[in-house]
């Protein structure tokens, strides 16, 4: 059984970075495809950014590029997100998550493709 445990959120000023973690167990992070998700106040759960299982390949939904990178550490079997330059808009609940399978590339940004997800870490961006 797979379990996901998010960590890394808290409280950054504007313009701030975090680095948010992943720790997977019961399966090794390379043989799956992971995503990061987040979830505003008042919003529906959005997509962040994805890193697939085959060849590592990662994608960040176009609104946060060149701010979020993902990435995956095999040695300590997290797939993290660092968050640079954090806007107030960046404000959400960012959750975890984990396929199995190697998604095709229109369904990375689908919540229901995923398999199992972390409880979630609280990312505040505030003066």
């Known amino acids: 059984q797979v379990q996901l445990v998010d960590s890394g959120g808290g409280l950054v000023q504007p313009g701030g970075s975090l680095r948010l973690s992943c720790e997977v167990s019961?399966?090794?992070?390379?043989?799956?495809?992971m995503a990061w998700f987040r979830q505003a106040p008042g919003k529906e759960r959005e997509f962040a950014a994805a890193?697939?299982?085959?060849?590592?390949?990662?994608y960040t939904t176009n609104s946060l590029k060149g701010r979020f990178t993902v990435s995956r550490e095999n040695i300590k079997n997290t797939a993290d997100l660092q968050m640079n330059g954090l806007k107030p808009e960046d404000v959400a609940i960012y959750y975890c998550?984990?396929?199995?399978?190697?998604?095709?590339?229109?369904?990375?940004?689908?919540?229901?493709?995923?398999?199992?997800w972390g409880q979630g870490t609280q990312v505040t961006v505030s003066s």
């Open positions: 998550t984990a396929a199995t399978g190697n998604p095709i590339l229109s369904s990375l940004w689908v919540a229901s493709t995923y398999h199992y």
């Open positions: 019961g399966r090794t992070v390379s043989t799956l495809s």
């Open positions: 890193i697939k299982r085959t060849g590592g390949t990662t």
